[in-house]
């Protein structure tokens, strides 16, 4: 496929892989209401339309795959670009999307959701942690599992 | 072993002997993968080896010719189940050129139930049968008595190793299996006295009048479960504790046709939802297609019955939802029927097609005829319901309001004082922490300061922190926002005075002990009372609180998730790190801070006003998917009654004010 870089087609193919992500976990996060609710075969199409909503959203993953991670741009597709790629977007949602969302919560007076995204900030933290040992497992040569003794 | 195809034979004129013992494939492959079978080698597969055998006896009372079981837990860890039924046919069966009850305790599948002939709307129609129980036995041993004699045989890992033998000559019959659970398959082979002798009691409560004799020579107990009553006393045990709204329980029953129910309602003051469902005496813990039919049909028919009796506004097209009308119900649902169909082998969610609708069809129908008949109790439940309802909605209002008020400094003390002045009624019953005495005694353990002090305990709810310390202080204090508390720490503090904690009404330096427990994380800018709380005490005091806290980062998310719903006031989820710098950032010193972990089973903590029905759906939902990094760090663990216990980490801080 000839190079998408700053074209149209490129953007798009991102918009849709965020449209069909977005959309898939809102169905799913749909179905547990209609389930409570007592509406099993709404609760199930919801959860049909999820599963095809992840498919839909890896098609354009497909894609994108030789042009660079949506999120972050870096370069992804093997196992080790995917885990760096992960690390840098882990990364910068721990140290300025999360704090700052945070910082902006307070300042508009909504004490709870500032709370909210500390708490996820902390989270991003452990899993920069967590990425960061998979990858020196990785470069030193060894399986993501370590297993045994 | 031989493999057989299935080859259903007919029991003729509904005789059971041999012939009527059908044959499905062998059972080797049980000892190598147990859990597909009985869906586990923990203790509830161990359990199931007793059900099993149990549902068994069931079986024969069902078709109308036992009335007694007997269980024995030996204190050797045998297990023993004994009936008055027909006892397992002995002759030859002809296929098979063995003794039928052999056929039965080795063949996958074999028995009765699987054809109609026999039995009817059998227990185990899809079970995994008694075979499953030899196969994963040490040692079984069979007494038959039928036929004029009394017959043993014993196998070992399921293999026959005697043949039947007629012992002697008898005029008794009925079936006694014995075995002893192969501790090479099971993690554990205790049996659990509570969970067996719950189950037991339940299939007294689905099946009037069968006797239940459990002994446990462990213990030295002997139970007998033996009732009259039915699935209405099953109610009344489920709602012990409650207050009911309306007596009698609600009965609806249809008998004849390929599906029978027998289903009790009663709603209580509670706010939870206790719905117990058994198909063909099995206890569906996850619902399925019968309880989905029964929401149908209670939305149907009370939506049906408040809109005619002019009960909804209709301008707005108010209409109640299902879980409003669930909010304080208890209610047991026994459905029968030809061949159920479940999902896994565990047999916990009923699928068969088709029953939602009958179900729904048939309640609906007598449900209107009932509310139709009895105005009184219409007013109840359909008033209760629209209560429900218009709460919840009532309750989204305030909350959107609490967040709007929230660009203030906090939140107005009004929506404060009605949530937990509702709450007061029953403070110690809402949630176990609040008047545990281990935790308590944590709190006491942490005081530094000479006898004689003097304590403030800040949002001091029914004031038992505070007395906590009685042997300790010369005077106890109590604050609070809600009038309600106030009067009920009163019982417990020597004085009581109402007021907000973002503003201590008392001059600075006036204490030697502040106390708090659980509160600051409801309470927006919550470094403001730290600092009130710093000002009120004399320099070298001390400050003791205790807080939940999540384990670590990893199950932080997830639990602000579960917090949230189950209280919207929540308004800070403080991590370990950053409830020490907000201590610390207020000028204290001196920081000691100590664990106590104490097991709650949520279905208390989440069963208040404050929680919504989706909202505690919700919570339960969250444990049942909490993420992988949540659940390893954070233990609960999920009974097989449903029930979720939730393991809580108390952080009880310890700090001074300089001197």
């Not at chain 1, 798009?12 to 099993?40: C, M, N, S, W």
């Not at chain 1, 709370?115 to 030193?140: D, G, M, N, P």
């Not at chain 2, 800018?525 to 205790?546: A, M, T």
Request: charged share 25%; aromatic share 8%.
């Amino acid at each position: 496929m000839a190079n998408l870089e700053g074209l149209e087609t490129h953007k798009h193919l991102k918009d849709a892989f965020a449209e069909e992500a977005v959309t898939a976990y809102r169905y799913l996060y749909f179905a547990k209401i209609a389930d409570i609710e007592g509406q099993p075969d709404v609760a199930q199409l919801f959860r049909d339309l999820a599963e095809g909503g992840i498919c839909n959203a890896h098609g354009s993953l497909d894609f994108l795959r030789t042009e660079g991670d949506p999120l972050t741009g870096a370069p992804i597709g093997q196992t080790d670009r995917n885990l760096h790629a992960s690390l840098l977007a882990e990364s910068t949602e721990f140290s300025e999307l999360y704090p700052d969302m945070a910082a902006v919560a307070h300042a508009e007076g909504f004490p709870d959701v500032a709370s909210w995204f500390e708490t996820l900030t902390k989270l991003k933290r452990a899993h920069v942690q967590l990425l960061r040992e998979a990858i020196a497992r990785l470069e030193r040569g060894q399986g993501p599992e370590e297993g045994g003794e | 072993m031989s493999h057989t195809d299935t080859t259903p034979t007919s029991g003729a004129n509904g005789s059971y002997d041999a012939s009527s013992i059908t044959v499905l494939p062998g059972l080797e492959a049980v000892r190598k993968n147990p859990s597909m079978y009985i869906g586990s080698t923990d203790q509830e597969g161990l359990h199931r080896l007793v059900y099993e055998v149990v549902d068994n006896s069931i079986d024969e009372s069902l078709a109308g010719h036992c009335s007694h079981i007997h269980v024995i837990i030996d204190s050797d860890g045998h297990c023993s189940v004994e009936d008055d039924g027909r006892g397992i046919p002995v002759d030859e069966h002809l296929e098979m050129g063995c003794p039928a009850c052999q056929v039965v305790l080795t063949t996958l599948h074999a028995g009765g139930k699987f054809d109609q002939g026999s039995y009817f709307r059998s227990a185990g129609i899809h079970g995994v049968g008694i075979s499953c129980v030899n196969a994963l036995s040490t040692t079984l041993e069979l007494d038959i008595w039928r036929a004029n004699g009394h017959w043993t045989q014993r196998y070992e890992q399921g293999n026959p190793v005697t043949n039947l033998e007629r012992k002697h000559a008898s005029k008794r019959r009925g079936t006694r299996v014995r075995f002893l659970p192969d501790p090479s398959i099971f993690d554990t082979t205790e049996f659990s006295h509570a969970v067996l002798a719950r189950r037991l009691e339940e299939l007294a409560f689905l099946h009037p009048g069968i006797h239940i004799q459990f002994d446990d020579l462990r213990q030295g107990t002997s139970d007998v479960f033996q009732y009259d009553s039915g699935i209405l006393g099953f109610i009344a045990r489920l709602n012990a504790e409650r207050t009911p709204l309306h007596t009698p329980p609600m009965s609806i029953v249809h008998k004849g046709g390929d599906l029978e129910i027998d289903l009790a309602l009663q709603w209580t003051t509670a706010y939870g939802e206790e719905i117990s469902s058994y198909v063909n005496s099995i206890n569906t813990v996850w619902g399925g297609t019968h309880v989905n039919g029964l929401k149908r049909a209670l939305t149907r028919s009370i939506n049906a019955y408040a809109a005619k009796a002019g009960l909804l506004k209709a301008d707005n097209g108010e209409r109640i939802a299902t879980f409003d009308i669930l909010e304080g119900l208890t209610c047991v649902m026994s459905v029968r029927m030809v061949e159920p169909r479940f999902e896994g082998q565990t047999k916990t969610r009923l699928t068969s097609r088709g029953v939602r609708d009958v179900v729904d069809d048939l309640v609906t129908a007598q449900l209107d005829a009932i509310l139709g008949a009895d105005a009184a109790l219409a007013r109840v439940v359909v008033g209760r319901a629209l209560d429900a309802s218009r709460a919840r909605l009532a309750a989204r209002r305030a909350s959107d309001r609490a967040r709007y008020t929230a660009r203030d400094i906090h939140v107005s003390d009004e929506v404060y004082q009605k949530q937990f002045g509702i709450r007061s009624a029953t403070w110690h019953k809402s949630a176990v922490w609040i008047a545990n005495e281990d935790l308590l005694a944590e709190h006491a353990k942490a005081f530094e300061m000479p006898e004689g002090a003097r304590l403030l305990d800040v949002c001091c709810g029914s004031g038992v922190v505070g007395n906590s310390f009685s042997d300790r202080v010369s005077e106890k204090i109590g604050l609070d926002i809600t009038p309600e508390m106030v009067k009920l720490a009163g019982e417990r503090l020597d004085k009581v005075v109402q007021g907000t904690v973002y503003d201590i009404p008392f001059p600075e330096a006036s204490f030697d002990i502040v106390c708090t427990r659980e509160v600051l994380h409801l309470l927006p800018n919550p470094g403001k009372p730290v600092s009130e709380i710093f000002r009120v005490l004399k320099p070298g005091g001390q400050f003791v609180v205790g807080q939940i806290l999540p384990f670590s980062e990893l199950d932080g998310p997830w639990m602000y998730r579960v917090f949230k719903k189950k209280q919207p006031l929540i308004f800070n989820m403080f991590q370990e790190e950053d409830f020490r710098q907000m201590l610390l950032g207020a000028g204290f010193v001196d920081l000691k801070m100590t664990e106590y972990n104490l097991w709650e089973s949520i279905d208390v903590w989440i069963d208040t006003h404050e929680t919504t029905s989706l909202h505690r759906h919700e919570i339960r939902d969250l444990f049942h998917n909490a993420p992988a990094e949540a659940r390893a760090v954070h233990p609960f663990e999920i009974l097989p009654s449903g029930e979720i216990r939730d393991l809580w980490r108390w952080c009880i801080f310890s700090v001074r004010k300089p001197e």
